[in-house]
Each structure stands twice: as structure tokens, then as C-alpha cells.
């Protein structure tokens, strides 16, 4: 049994945001975050994931690696194994052996993403229920994808491997999964042809800063502030929880970055 795997999940790993958060890689030139309100911001997402009914594990902050509060980008679940990723920014790549133990407390099965060569960041990677979609990108090149492809199949899943329109960070910065059969999407990403199969809700223009939402359970989370967006979301039937995440945004962190999203035990 299948359908709904891809956002129905008993478990959720987080890491809480350092100190050292305003070093974080961004591509613009914006304001720094301020490390008190990431936290509180961050533990309202925790406090979320927990109240859509995930036992959430929170990891202590890793001052050496100001981006790992981004905890997506290091690994990805899948069913009931975990896969450590090659992450493409090299001041993240520590942050795959630095999230390998917990994996492995959580899950029986935790595997690397095979060989030396090639990145990939979670990011970059949509999961439905039978399929592993992964964008290249600036972090995740066609060696990474083509390395985790074997390890995708092994676990029952086809993937495909698509190009990720310019100018977006990850894949999933410009997307974000509904349910089994609907992807919300930025109108960029939308009409690339990225995304053929999936019934498409577009995201209004202007408020492509909401599209990295994520279906958890019986609720989506969104970022607040898209008034368009929660409209649209909500005559479409989706039940909403409105997230501040503003601080992530200023060092280009979404919704989906900040977890792990699983249920080991299936
Ligand atoms: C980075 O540029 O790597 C971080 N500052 C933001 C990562 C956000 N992760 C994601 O979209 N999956």
C-alpha cells in the first residue's frame, strides 16, 4: 500500500538554528537573520510537524556549519531507509556525516549515496508516491543524480531526471508536493514541462516565495504572508497551517528544508 506515502509520516527530524545562521550561503544581499527569531521560528515549525501528529527529533545547532539548520539538503528518506546525500555547496559538505548518526538511530536501513563523484541536495529532490523527481541545479549535478538513480529503484521508485529552470536555487524552492497526484508550482516551473503527469496548481504570480509548501499528514504548511496563495490553497480543498519562516528566507531557506519527513517503520 502506497498511496499516500509521500506525505503521510509518523516521524520528522529537525536541527535547531546556530548562532552562526547569518553565514549562511545566500545568493542575494538582503538583511542577516536574527538567531532569536530563527529559534522561535523554528520551534513554532516543530511545534507544527508535532501537532500534525510526528514524533520530532530536534538535533542540537552545529555552529560550524551555519546552514544545517537546512536539514533536507544532507540526506533523503525514503520508505523505511535512509540515503546520506553528497550535498553541492562545499561549506555544507560536512553536514552529511554530521546528520548520519541520528539517521542511524532512527532507521534500520541508512545507505550513501553510492560512489565519490557527483552532488546532490535534498532540495533538489520531489518525491510522490512512485516517483523521485530530481532537478539539476548550481548543488545537484547529472553524476550525483545518476548515482542515486540504482538506489531509488532498488526501494520500488522510478526516477527522472529533469532540468531545473535558471535562476532557481533548488527544484523545490519553485515547488512543493499537494497530494499523491498535485504538485503546487511557480509558474516558472510549472510550464518548463518539469512536471508532466502531476495535475498542476499554480502558484499567483508574485508569491513564488510560497510555493516550497509541504503537505504533512492532513495539513499543508505555508509560509504566511500569501494571501493569494492561502486563498487559492484553500477553495482548492487543502487544509492550511500558515508558518512564519521569514528568517530562513533571508539566507534562501524554504518550508521543506528545515525536515526530514519519514515513517522508518514501513
Ligand atoms: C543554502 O544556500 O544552501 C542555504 N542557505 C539554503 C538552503 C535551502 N534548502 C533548500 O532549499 N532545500
Redesign the pocket.
Given at each position: 500500500m502506497t498511496e499516500g506515502r509521500s506525505y503521510r509520516f509518523t516521524h520528522a527530524l529537525c536541527r535547531k538554528p546556530g548562532a552562526s545562521i547569518a553565514s549562511?550561503?545566500?545568493a542575494g544581499e538582503g538583511a542577516d537573520p536574527d538567531p532569536a527569531r530563527f529559534a522561535a521560528q523554528h520551534a513554532a515549525y516543530v511545534a507544527a510537524l508535532r501537532d500534525e501528529g510526528a514524533q520530532v527529533t530536534v538535533l542540537e545547532p552545529l555552529e560550524a556549519f551555519p546552514?544545517s539548520v537546512?536539514v533536507?539538503?544532507a540526506a533523503l528518506c525514503l520508505a523505511a531507509t535512509a540515503i546520506i546525500l553528497r550535498p553541492g555547496?562545499p561549506s555544507?559538505f560536512g553536514e552529511a556525516a554530521a546528520i548520519t548518526p541520528a539517521l542511524q538511530q532512527l532507521f534500520s536501513d541508512v545507505v550513501h549515496l553510492p560512489g565519490e563523484a557527483g552532488f546532490v541536495?535534498?532540495?533538489d529532490i520531489l518525491a510522490s508516491d512512485d516517483e523521485v523527481l530530481i532537478g539539476l541545479s548550481a548543488?545537484t549535478d547529472r553524476e550525483g543524480a545518476n548515482a542515486l538513480r540504482p538506489v531509488v529503484e532498488a526501494l520500488g521508485y522510478r526516477m527522472r531526471i529533469v532540468e531545473t529552470p535558471p535562476d532557481i536555487?533548488?527544484f523545490?524552492?519553485d515547488c512543493g508536493l499537494l497530494d499523491s497526484e498535485t504538485v503546487f508550482a511557480s509558474a516558472a516551473l510549472a510550464r518548463s514541462g518539469c512536471l508532466s503527469g502531476y495535475r498542476l496548481i499554480e502558484c499567483p504570480q508574485g508569491e513564488e516565495a510560497a510555493a516550497?509548501l509541504v503537505r504533512f499528514n492532513d495539513s499543508v504548511l505555508l509560509r504566511e504572508g500569501f494571501p493569494r496563495t492561502a486563498e487559492l490553497l484553500d477553495r482548492e480543498g487543502y487544509q492550511l497551517r500558515l508558518l512564519d519562516t521569514g528568517e530562513a528566507a533571508l539566507?534562501?531557506?524554504?518550508l521543506?528544508?528545515m525536515s526530514l519527513r519519514f515513517s522508518p517503520g514501513t
Open positions: 549562511g550561503l545566500r546552514d537546512f533536507e539538503d555547496a555544507r541536495d535534498g532540495g548543488r536555487l533548488h523545490k524552492t516550497n539566507v534562501d531557506g524554504g521543506s528544508c
